[in-house]
């Protein structure tokens, strides 16, 4: 059964930047749909960005393009989530999800993972 763990969320000033990662285990990223959500408090969990199975297409959300960017690590099985000028309106815990499969698609609802980090906590203050 895969593992992810993401990593790398903090408390930052507004305009600040973060990186977060989730790292997998058992199983190859490389083989996976991959996306990044986000939960606030009081609110539903988010699709954030997202990334298909080869890597060759991602997408992100309205309220974080331009700013954000999603990789792969293939080496090493990790998940990136690049956060640039973080705005307090991202505070959230962001969660790292896969969906294993042979499929080529963008998956943005979060039924469409069968696979979830713990969540790691953004803090972004004004």
């Known amino acids: 059964q895969i593992r992810l763990v993401e990593s790398g969320g903090g408390l930052v000033q507004a305009g600040g930047s973060l990186s977060l990662s989730c790292v997998a285990s058992?199983?190859?990223?490389?083989?996976?749909?991959t996306a990044w959500f986000r939960q606030a408090g009081g609110q539903g969990r988010e699709f954030v960005a997202g990334?298909?199975?080869?890597?060759?297409?991602?997408d992100y959300s309205d309220s974080v393009k331009g700013r954000f960017a999603i990789s792969r690590d293939s080496t090493k099985n990790i998940l990136f989530l690049q956060l640039n000028d973080l705005k307090p309106e991202d505070t959230a815990v962001y969660f790292c999800?896969?969906?294993?499969?042979?499929?080529?698609?963008?998956?943005?609802?979060?039924?469409?993972?069968?696979?979830w980090g713990q969540g790691t906590q953004v803090t972004v203050s004004s």
């Open positions: 999800a896969a969906r294993f499969g042979f499929l080529k698609d963008i998956y943005y609802k979060t039924n469409d993972y069968p696979y």
């Open positions: 058992e199983n190859s990223l490389s083989t996976a749909a």
């Open positions: 990334m298909n199975r080869p890597g060759s297409s991602t």
